[in-house]
């Protein structure tokens, strides 16, 4: 996550006298995954391409609201273990940066 400095004005004349923290999230970018079923018991290894996967930070992925720890591979390539589940069906699959609040586009798994 990162951060800029921002003064605020209404007029173009008076501008705010402290810096306002503006910050702007870059999520991860899903383009594809693969094996995209499974199943009900998990661990079935998914495999995500995409882009800005950050070797640096921990990327999770989300499915429904299971989160399970990222495996990146390169910054176009990281893999998941699926949790286990009760119930059959699609399944909304996202990728984001841990504590970020903004995530990947939905793929159904």
């Known amino acids: 996550m990162n951060w800029v400095g921002v003064n605020l004005t209404l ?3 008076n501008y705010t006298d402290e ?3 503006f910050y702007f999230f870059n999520p991860p970018n899903v383009v594809d995954a693969y094996p995209l ?6 661990g079935t290894e998914v495999n995500i391409w995409g882009t800005k996967f950050d070797k640096t ?9 299971t989160s399970v720890k990222a495996k990146v591979i390169s910054k176009t390539h990281l893999t998941c273990l699926s949790p286990n589940t009760t119930k059959s069906g699609d399944t ?3 990728v ?4 970020d609040r903004f995530e990947s586009d939905v793929l159904n798994f």
């Open 37 to 42: 079923k499974g199943p009900i018991k998990g």
């Open 92 to 94: 909304k699959l996202v």
């Open 11 to 13: 007029n173009n004349q």
């Open 19 to 21: 810096d306002v923290r």
């Open 57 to 65: 930070r921990e990327i999770i992925c989300i499915f429904d609201k």
């Open 96 to 99: 984001k940066y841990e504590n």
